[in-house]
Structure formats: structure tokens, C-alpha cells
């Protein structure tokens, strides 16, 4: 009975007000009998070792793989392996997402955007609209070993960078010169434009202010799809220290001077020693005002599990924005895991633990109706 009661109470959270008319469906499938489990059963559950551990956003196994190496096989820090796990997708430019030539913004230059948190010190380093530096976060790692700072933006994280050793090089490629020029050859459509003039829908800038229209209902605006596929990680090491961190070139054609949420502490990533820890990725812009790699966190220390607890941060967003696209991964500091999703199609995650042997992709099914 005490069972029932607690699964009516999941199923409670995570549905929004009747008068919303909109609810999550989160729904995973589990590969050995083929059909979908449900949301509170999604957790790994299995009795045998799990840690060390590393979970990422999206299927960046090569990433997971270097972070499990660093962990399982070298027995070194959660902070080595969140470091070089996500330094592999810098390299590789994930997606387009992550690293140098991607994303280019208006003026067709990519910037980088990353932060690493310590579990056990609670100390955190970022940089942010960082220019002319591949390595970003390892940049990031500088910042919290040898500053009092926790973040640093634009041409002062690049002279920092230059200072700490990293070569200053041009992150533009062959590849993010073309999507730049194509874009403009579109008249800038899309752009990240309100309330100026000329009209951004129609034409390139510079842009005036003109005076704000009445506002619209929130996540009313309909905006074409872009990309934000950051990668965000967790790692326990084997001496049960966590660690967190996100790499990102942020969201493609971004006014110059832009921020997401990837170098934000408490947005991109967060970890509590004592709890666990969470990495988001998706719409940047709104995920940030609503800090959900903390709030998921939070969410576990009152007793949910890492999808319940990403669901529910999630679903606090989409009462306000019900066309947002996000996701959230967490892990306990036990190693239990888990994520959930929004407005997108389907979410990736990959995890490996000496349960699971090597790198494993599991699938969320985020559907939203209304």
C-alpha cells in the first residue's frame, strides 16, 4: 500500500495544473524485454558495484570512455576524468556543439563557454564568451586552482588563458565560415532579435530599439529549433569525490557578448559532495533562470530519485516556458542515476560503471502534448 502511495505521489509531481491542459510523458526503453518503464522505475537499480561512475548529456561515448579511463583505469580524480572527458568533445567538436568552429555567432566568431565544480571543496571555475583558447575547460580548472575568482569572460579569460600556458589560436574553421555566410545570405534568419527595427524576422542589423510591445504569454513565441547540445558531466572517482563540469560554443548565430547557461554554476552543472550531482544542456537562455542542475540536486537531498528529481526541476521551467527544450541528468553520490527531458524529440544519455563494463547509451523519450 505504502508503494502505491508513493508512486501516486510521483505521478502527482509530475503533471501540471488540469488548467495547463500540458503534461510531460517521460518514457525510456529498457533493451533486455523491450517495452517502456516507467519514470520512477528508470534509475539503475542493480545491487552489484557502482562506483566509480561518469554520466554525460547526449551519446558522446568517446567522451564517457576517456572519463572511465581516467577513473576505472588510472584511478585518478573525479576532476581529471570531467576534465578530460569533456576535453574530448572539445577536440572532436561534438555535434557542432562543443568546441572550436562551431556555433558561430553574429559576427561569425566562435566562442567558448565551460566550468568544472569540486565536489569535495565546493569551489568552481568558469569562463564564458571566451575567444582565441581551444581548451575551455581546462581553462576553467585554472581559474578555480589559481584565482579566488569563479568566473571569467570575453578578452579577460583569453588573457588569463594565454597567461596560464594555453596557445592563442583562431577557433573560425572553413566549416563555421560557411554556416556564417549562409546565414547571412538568409537575411540572419534565425536571430535572437525583439523589439527592434528593422524587423529581425526580415532583415540583418544593426538593429534600433523601438518601443516594447505588450507582452505575450509565456513560451508563446515561435522560434525555429537551434542547437544546444553542450556536454555536461558527473564523475565519482574511487574514493567517492564527485566532480561536475560543461563545455559548449554556445547557441549558433548568439548576439556577440552572449552567455548561456553552461558556465553558470548551478544552471550547467552543480554537485554537492554530500548529495550528488547534475548536468543540464538544451535552451540555455531559459534553463539559467532557473538554476535546475541545482534544483535537481536539491530535489534529491528531500528523498527523489535522479529522474524524479530532474523531472520535477524540469517541470517547474515548463510551467513558464511549456515550448522550452531541455534535460537534466543527475547521480547520487551512491552512484544511482538518472535524467529526464523536455520538448525535445528523444534525449541521449550515456553512463559507464563497473556494473555496466563500458560506456552504455540510454534513451528518454521527452514528448510534450498539449
Known amino acids: 500500500m505504502l508503494l502505491g502511495v508513493i508512486i501516486g505521489l510521483a505521478a502527482f509531481f509530475l503533471q501540471f495544473n488540469s488548467s495547463s491542459g500540458v503534461q510531460f510523458v517521460i518514457k525510456t526503453m529498457n533493451d533486455e ?54 576535453s574530448v568533445c572539445e577536440n572532436e567538436q561534438c555535434d557542432g556543439t562543443v568546441g572550436f568552429g562551431g556555433s558561430p555567432d553574429e559576427n561569425g566568431e566562435t566562442t567558448l563557454d565551460a566550468m568544472i565544480m569540486d565536489g569535495p571543496t565546493h569551489r568552481c571555475g568558469a569562463v564564458a564568451s571566451m575567444k582565441n583558447i581551444k581548451s ?47 546565414w547571412k ?11 527592434v527595427l528593422p524587423i529581425p524576422e526580415r532583415s540583418c542589423g544593426p538593429y534600433t530599439p523601438y518601443e516594447v510591445q505588450k507582452e505575450t504569454e509565456f513560451g508563446t513565441k515561435d522560434e525555429p529549433k537551434k542547437s544546444h547540445d553542450t556536454i555536461g558531466m558527473v564523475a565519482i572517482d574511487v574514493d567517492g569525490k564527485m566532480a561536475s563540469g560543461t563545455s559548449t560554443n554556445g547557441a549558433r548565430h548568439k548576439i556577440p557578448g552572449r552567455v548561456g547557461d553552461a558556465p553558470i554554476i548551478g544552471s550547467g552543472s552543480y554537485v554537492d559532495q554530500e548529495i550528488g550531482g547534475a548536468a543540464a544542456t538544451g535552451d540555455g537562455d531559459v534553463l539559467m533562470r532557473f538554476l535546475p542542475s541545482f534544483a535537481t540536486v536539491e530535489h534529491m537531498r528531500s528523498g527523489m530519485t535522479p529522474s524524479t528529481a530532474a523531472a520535477y526541476s524540469l517541470k517547474r521551467i515548463a510551467n513558464y516556458y511549456p515550448r522550452f527544450e531541455g534535460a537534466v541528468v543527475a547521480m547520487r553520490k551512491n552512484g544511482e542515476f538518472g535524467a529526464a527531458c523536455h520538448g525535445f524529440k528523444n534525449f541521449t544519455y550515456a553512463v559507464s560503471n563497473p556494473d555496466l563494463e563500458q560506456p552504455r547509451v540510454f534513451f528518454v523519450d521527452c514528448v510534450l502534448t498539449e
Open 136 to 182: 575551455a575547460i581546462s581553462v576553467a580548472r585554472k581559474v578555480m586552482e589559481h584565482t579566488d575568482h569563479t568566473l571569467l569572460v570575453g578578452e579577460g579569460a583569453t588573457q588569463f588563458a594565454v597567461e596560464m600556458g594555453f596557445p592563442y589560436e583562431n577557433l573560425t574553421t572553413n566549416e563555421s565560415s560557411e554556416i556564417w555566410q549562409e
Open 33 to 86: 524485454i523491450g517495452k517502456e518503464v516507467p519514470l520512477w522505475e528508470q534509475q539503475w537499480s542493480s545491487t552489484k558495484s557502482m562506483l566509480p561512475a561518469v554520466i554525460n548529456t547526449w551519446a558522446f561515448t568517446n567522451a564517457t570512455n576517456r572519463a572511465w579511463e581516467v577513473l576505472y583505469k588510472n584511478g585518478k580524480s573525479a576532476l581529471d576524468a570531467v576534465e578530460q572527458g569533456c
Open 185 to 195: 545570405n538568409r537575411n540572419c534568419q534565425p536571430n535572437f532579435w525583439m523589439n
